[in-house]
Nanobody, 112 residues
Framework: QVQLVESGGGLVQAGGSVRLSCAVS????????MGWFRRAPGKEREFVAA????????THANVVKGRFTISRDNAKSTVYLQMNSLKPEDTAVYYC?????WGRGTQVTVSS
């Protein structure tokens, strides 16, 4: 059974940085695309970024492009989301995804 555990969220001031981690167990991590999504208060969950199994190909949503970077370490079965130049509108619960599997999320709150 695949399990995903996000960490690294917290309270940060606008303009600051945070790095999220998602540790994966119970599956062959290096075979799968990985993704980050987020759900802001009162909004639907939205796509943030994705990365292919090798880590060489990435996609980022336009609203985070140039500020956020997804990466992975297959030896550690972990995917990361480096978040820079944070804005209050980035406040959300951030989830990682592997196929149909989701973690419980980690809260990121950006104060103005």
């Amino acid at each position: 059974q695949v399990q995903l555990v996000e960490s690294g969220g917290g309270l940060v001031q606008a303009g600051g940085s945070v790095r999220l981690s998602c540790a994966v167990s119970g599956g062959t991590f290096s075979r799968y695309n990985m993704g980050w999504f987020r759900r802001a208060p009162g909004k639907e969950r939205e796509f943030v970024a994705a990365i292919d199994p090798s880590g060489r190909s990435t996609t980022h949503a336009n609203v985070v492009k140039g500020r956020f970077t997804i990466s992975r370490d297959n030896a550690k079965s972990t995917v990361y989301l480096q978040m820079n130049s944070l804005k209050p509108e980035d406040t959300a619960v951030y989830y990682c995804n592997l196929g149909g599997n989701w973690g419980r999320g980690t809260q990121v709150t950006v104060s103005s």
